[in-house]
């Protein structure tokens, strides 16, 4: 080990982007966590500080998402190393962001720099997904691969784990809005029941195949017509006030598809230039200020890069 300390951040992520609940996401450049990692002369793993996360996230190292992924990696090599954890949370907890995956994988990918990278990334994904698995009690990748890998990801199947990285068009651009309400992954996925009926599978695989032909044909009218949920939307519309009203004010702002981001609250909308991406941000906000409850907007395109050393 050649460095005692090392800082890194991690994206905010979309998952399930309309129809590909649970196996599709994508990293944006609105916000990142930053996780840091400093050799201690105490023993084993310890956090030292947790910031933004308005006391809410634990201080135990098994129980918490990134310390999680960090001793899942320290077990895997056998090291017992004394090493001290800061965590910065940007992400919003219960945002539907990928807050959890974002720790989960900047603790992993942190201590895989400090130690001389033992592992691919992708043997990563699976210490990552431990880490995940704590907030929200399943084991769905679809923010952890788009978080650790960047770029927009698909995974083809869990068992053996196979992503496949699609490439979007480049003027995609993706507006977010982030009511500042929580929800629970957890229990966002305790509403969606285990069966689908047989004509919802039918209009969500096709939607699913649109989508990835769209973002390979690089046709963003395709991809907006794709972006449509059978499976979770129905279902956690509800929990999201005014969401069919939101969603309608995006695309009657020009928005190419829009839907709940992960388990919400937040909600995307794609659309092909800037101007139109804020223009759909300030509809959603109108609509959104109805009902007292204040929100952030952002716009991004794709973040192609996943988590970076800052430190
Ligand atoms: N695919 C997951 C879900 C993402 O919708 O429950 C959670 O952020």
Redesign the pocket.
């Known amino acids: 080990m050649n460095k005692s300390f090392i800082k890194v951040s991690a994206p905010a992520t979309i998952?399930?982007v309309g129809c590909g609940?649970?196996v599709m996401g994508f990293a944006t450049n609105i916000i990142s966590d930053e996780v840091t990692i400093a050799l201690s002369n105490r023993k084993g793993l310890s956090i030292k500080k947790i910031s933004g996360d308005g006391n809410k996230l634990p201080y135990n190292v098994e129980t918490n998402t990134c310390t999680k992924a960090i001793l899942s990696v320290l077990k895997s090599l056998k090291l017992n190393l004394g090493l001290e954890v800061t965590i910065s949370k940007k992400i919003g907890f219960g945002s539907?962001l990928?807050s959890s995956a974002a720790s989960a994988v900047a603790g992993a990918f942190a201590i895989n720099e400090l130690l001389g990278r033992p592992f691919t990334k992708y043997e990563l994904l699976n210490f990552a997904i431990e880490g995940e698995r704590i907030a929200?009690q399943a084991t769905?990748a679809?923010?952890v691969a788009p978080c650790l890998f960047g770029g927009f990801i698909l995974i083809r199947s869990y068992n053996p784990i196979d992503l496949i990285e699609l490439e979007p068009p480049k003027n995609l651009f993706c507006t977010v809005i982030h009511p500042q309400i929580e929800i629970k992954?957890s229990e966002?996925?305790k509403i969606l029941g285990r069966t689908i009926p047989l004509k919802a599978g039918v209009a969500q695989w096709g939607n699913v195949g649109a989508l990835v032909a769209g973002i390979l044909s690089k046709d963003i009218n395709l991809i907006g017509r794709s972006v449509q949920d059978e499976v979770?939307e129905p279902k956690r519309a509800a929990l999201i006030p005014r969401y069919y009203e939101i969603k309608n004010a995006a695309l009657e702002s020009g928005a190419n598809g829009c839907n709940i981001s992960?388990?919400g609250p937040a909600i995307f909308a794609f659309s092909k230039n800037e101007n139109t991406a804020w223009q759909i941000g300030k509809a959603m906000k109108k609509v959104i200020e109805k009902e007292k409850i204040k929100s952030k907007i952002y716009v991004s395109r794709i973040n192609k890069n996943g988590p970076r050393v800052i430190g």
Do not use: L
Request: hydrophobic share 20%.
């Open positions: 998952s399930n609940f649970d539907g990928g929200s769905h679809d923010n992954t966002a996925r979770a992960g388990s």
